[in-house]
T-cell receptor, first 114, second 112 residues
C-alpha cells in the first residue's frame, strides 16, 4: 500500500505565473483535501474534493482551483501567483469524508514565489 | 482571527517526564478536536482526537483533556521519549464540516 505522494517537492516561480501541484492519494481513498501552510503558521484548509466534485472550500480566492481525477489523484492550480502564496502545500487523502482522523497527509510541496 | 490558539511556540521537556501541550479555541461551535504531530519534511500525522461530549480521551502514552467551559484542551504525553520531539498541531472542526482549523503549532524538544 503506497502512501500519499506529492510532486514536485520544491519549486520556484515568479509573481504573476501559474503553478500546478499534484497529489496521488493513498490506495482506496476517494477524498482529497488541500492545505496551505505559511511559515510559522498551521495548515489552512483550501478545499476538498470527493469523488471528483468540490466538497467544501476555505477562505481562498478563486485563483486557487483544483481537480480530482477518476483515479482520485488531484491537482491544485494557482493562477496569478503572489508573493504571499509562498508556502508549503499539503494534500491529505482519506477513505471517509467527514472523518479527519482518517486523513493521511503527503510530505508537501514547498513553493517559493519571487 | 485565530480560532485555534497555541500560545507556546516551543517547549522543552526532560526525557521520561510529562509533556503538556496547551490549546485554546474561540469558536463555541467546534465539537471535535484533534492533535497532529509533524516531523521535518513529512506531512502531519494524526495522533489523537476528542469529541466535545467527552472531557478525556486516552491512547497509550497520549491523553487529551477538554475543558469546554474554558474553551481549552491539552495533550499530555507520559513518559516523554526522544521520538516525541516534533511540532504538535491542535486542530478543531464543526460537525459534518470537513474544514479543519489548525493552530500554529508547538515545537516540543525532548531533552536527554
Amino acid at each position: 500500500e503506497t502512501g500519499v505522494t506529492q510532486s514536485p517537492t520544491h519549486l520556484i516561480k515568479t509573481r504573476g505565473q501559474q503553478v500546478t501541484l499534484r497529489c496521488s492519494s493513498q490506495s482506496g481513498h476517494n477524498t482529497v483535501s488541500w492545505y496551505q501552510q505559511a511559515l510559522g503558521q498551521g495548515p489552512q484548509f483550501i478545499f476538498q474534493y470527493y469523488r471528483e466534485e468540490e466538497n467544501g472550500r476555505g477562505n481562498f480566492p478563486p485563483r486557487f482551483s483544483g481537480l480530482q481525477f477518476p483515479n482520485y489523484s488531484s491537482e491544485l492550480n494557482v493562477n496569478a501567483l503572489e508573493l504571499d502564496d509562498s508556502a508549503l502545500y499539503l494534500c491529505a487523502s482519506s477513505a471517509l469524508a467527514g472523518r479527519p482522523e482518517t486523513q493521511y497527509f503527503g510530505p508537501g510541496t514547498r513553493l517559493l514565489v519571487l | 482571527d485565530q480560532q485555534v490558539k497555541q500560545n507556546s511556540p516551543s517547549l522543552s521537556v526532560q526525557e521520561g517526564r510529562i509533556s503538556i501541550l496547551n490549546c485554546d479555541y474561540t469558536n463555541s461551535m467546534f465539537d471535535y478536536f484533534l492533535w497532529y504531530k509533524k516531523y521535518p519534511a513529512e506531512g502531519p500525522t494524526f495522533l489523537i482526537s476528542i469529541s466535545s461530549i467527552k472531557d478525556k480521551n486516552e491512547d497509550g502514552r497520549f491523553t487529551v483533556f477538554l475543558n469546554k467551559s474554558a474553551k481549552h484542551l491539552s495533550l499530555h504525553i507520559v513518559p516523554s521519549q526522544p521520538g516525541d520531539s516534533a511540532v504538535y498541531f491542535c486542530a478543531a472542526k464543526v460537525g459534518g464540516d470537513d474544514k479543519i482549523i489548525f493552530g500554529k503549532g508547538t515545537r516540543l524538544h525532548i531533552l536527554p
